[in-house]
């Protein structure tokens, strides 16, 4: 049987409509409330008015990348304890290392799987009710 998350709010920054929808589905079907944004600066203005429990943010971002937007979030005091997840296509050490500079608390390499995602939240989830 697959996890399930009632009550828990995700949200997903990617500028790929196709990412989004994807993991929309994917979270939604886990029974996640999610939030999605565009871009960084989307994703800012959201952050505050919706207050995830978790974020995905895509690394390869116009304007605001994600390294960007994981620093902005973790440096203010009010959501420093949200875990971010970094997604990417890339699966380089350097970009691991860089994600962990900003502060990231977990990093997937697309395409991931339904698995993967759904560990990654089990994994953050269990921590902040701990």
Do not use: W
């Not at 995830?52 to 994981?70: A, S």
């Amino acid at each position: 049987m697959e996890p399930t998350f009632p009550d828990l709010k995700v949200m997903v920054i990617d500028d790929s409509k196709t990412i989004r929808r994807t993991t929309e589905t994917l979270l939604a079907k886990a029974g996640c409330e999610v939030i999605t944004a565009i871009d960084g600066f989307d994703a800012l203005s959201k952050i505050a008015d919706h207050r995830p429990d978790i974020i995905f943010v895509d690394i390869m971002m116009p304007r605001l990348d994600g390294y960007q937007t994981c620093a902005l979030i973790k440096n203010n005091s009010e959501f420093k304890k949200t875990p971010v997840i970094m997604l990417s296509s890339k699966d380089g050490l350097f970009d691991k290392a860089k994600g962990r500079i900003v502060g990231a608390d977990q990093y997937l390499t697309k395409p991931f799987s339904k698995g993967e995602l759904l560990e990654a939240i089990a994994a953050h989830a269990e921590k902040q009710s701990a």
